[in-house]
């Protein structure tokens, strides 16, 4: 397929995902079952294109003066991957299978665009009615938080300390010009193709050996704020399928005991076949089983428990930026109460002593700091520990100056850590 038939595959695309809000990871296996000609190769080129446009909507929108797919298109080639208009034009037309040609309107709308004036939500790409929620969180900085979101997200890998050291990986992966991530001691990261393509990373030999797991650094640091040590017991109460339990797995060295648990057991199914790979000795998959209770025997007694609550994923809008324009209001009311739910579910397991750990991918005060606050409002058997000591007791005194204002709690952005956006706030129980 030539360049001008990827566009032309990426408006259809963008069409079914406009036309009949599918998803659009739903919409480009659509598209491809119904290809069968496109290789993975140009299905991968579509969806980079996809991905663009849906990143940066709202401000591509905004210079085109529509919205339509193909303005999305043309848009996401002219401004995001600074296509040259004339060399486009010439592409459309030497390709039998490719959009309309370029149209006067479209030519002058790209000469004349400019975000000058342009809202906060429009320069920042986020839904209008989250304005006053990233106001909230970072003021005037809520439009350059946005667009920094709106960017492409990097490929990073966490080296396995049970298999190996960063430097084996390094070696492993550098055909692949792996390069150290700069917060994370066990960070790689993998350079993308120009059109933001990464490599098949999960058919190295160094992922098929368990040497390293794909984890973004903010996902890594926040395992590594756990603090998890040999010898404890920890609990990671919403396990899913099992990011941060294999970093915490790494963290522990086998000794002590893990256990991993979800309320839904098709999310934790992965994890056992990921938990062999890494070489994890010491772990306790507990699966739901009905109505049971299946924590019960654990309580109080944890050393740490991990609650990577269900949230809005607002902090990973990068990878998944259809989810910036599906979210609604209603959404965010369901995360709250099952935010709420999951940290006391989790309090009950900490043993006086222990640390209660409360971490969301999402980058909004109300599933964030608000959870916070209302928690320790019911449960005066819990306190915050500052963000500085809970960075030290890591071994990464550094994170502190990701802690937002009040120092309780530490906050990541791809502005503030070049991360997902990731809250973190470590509690302990009297
Ligand atoms: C953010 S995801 C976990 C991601 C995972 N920890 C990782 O690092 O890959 C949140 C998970 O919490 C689970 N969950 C929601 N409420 C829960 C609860 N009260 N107890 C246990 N798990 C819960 C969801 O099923 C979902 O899999």
Redesign the pocket.
């Known amino acids: 397929m030539t360049p001008a038939a990827h566009a032309l595959a990426a408006i259809e695309v963008l069409t079914e995902i406009e036309n009949r809000r599918s998803p659009a990871a739903g919409a480009l296996k659509a598209w491809g079952a119904a290809h069968r000609f496109a290789g993975s190769g140009d299905r991968a080129r579509i969806a980079s294109i996809v991905y663009d446009a849906l990143r940066s909507r709202a401000s591509i929108a905004w210079r085109m003066g529509e919205a339509t797919p193909r303005a999305l298109v043309l848009g996401a080639l002219v401004f995001v991957r600074h296509a040259d208009v004339d060399a486009l034009a010439a592409a459309f037309a030497a390709s039998p299978h490719a959009p309309a040609p370029v149209t006067e309107a479209e030519r002058a709308a790209i000469a004349a665009a400019s975000l000058d004036g342009a809202p906060d939500h429009v320069r920042g790409d986020y839904p209008e009615w989250l304005d006053a929620s990233l106001a909230r969180v970072f003021g005037e900085a809520r439009a350059e938080e946005g667009a920094a979101l709106a960017a492409r997200a990097p490929l990073d890998l966490r080296v396995n300390a049970l298999k190996g050291d960063r430097d084996k990986a390094l070696e492993a992966l550098a055909h692949l010009k792996a390069e150290p991530t700069p917060l994370s001691p066990f960070g790689v990261r993998i350079p993308l193709t120009d059109d933001g393509r990464g490599p098949p990373v999960q058919a190295e030999p160094a992922h098929l050996k368990g040497l390293v797991e794909v984890?973004d650094e903010g996902?890594q640091i926040?395992?590594l704020l756990c603090a998890a040590a040999p010898g404890e017991q920890v609990i990671?109460?919403?396990?899913?399928?099992?990011?941060?339990?294999l970093?915490l797995a790494a963290g522990m060295r086998n000794r002590g005991q893990l256990y991993a648990?979800?309320?839904?057991i098709r999310?934790?199914a992965p994890l056992h076949d990921r938990a062999t790979r890494a070489g994890v000795k010491n772990l306790q998959i507990r699966s739901?089983r009905g109505a049971a209770d299946v924590m019960e025997d654990l309580e109080a007694r944890a050393d740490l428990v991990?609650?990577?609550?269900?949230?809005t994923?607002a902090g990973t809008w990068r990878r998944n930026p259809d989810a910036k324009w599906r979210m609604r209001p209603s959404a965010l009311d369901v995360r709250i109460s099952?935010?709420d739910?999951?940290l006391d579910?989790?309090a009950r397991l900490v043993k006086p002593g222990g640390r209660l750990v409360y971490?969301?991918?999402s980058l909004l005060a109300e599933e964030n700091e608000d959870r916070i606050a209302a928690f320790l409002g019911r449960r005066p058997e819990f306190a915050a520990v500052p963000a500085a000591e809970a960075a030290v007791a890591a071994g990464l005194p550094d994170l502190a100056r990701f802690a937002l204002p009040s120092g309780g709690s530490i906050l990541l952005s791809p502005r503030r850590s070049g991360t997902d956006g990731f809250f973190i706030a470590v509690l302990r129980r009297t």
């Not at 990671?236 to 339990?245: E, F, M, S, V």
């Not at 991990?306 to 949230?311: E, G, H, Q, S, Y």
């Open positions: 984890q996902s926040a395992a990671d109460l919403c396990a899913g399928a099992g990011g941060k339990t970093a648990h979800d309320s839904d999310r934790l739901p991990l609650v990577d609550a269900p949230c994923g099952e935010q739910a999951a579910d989790g971490v969301t991918c």
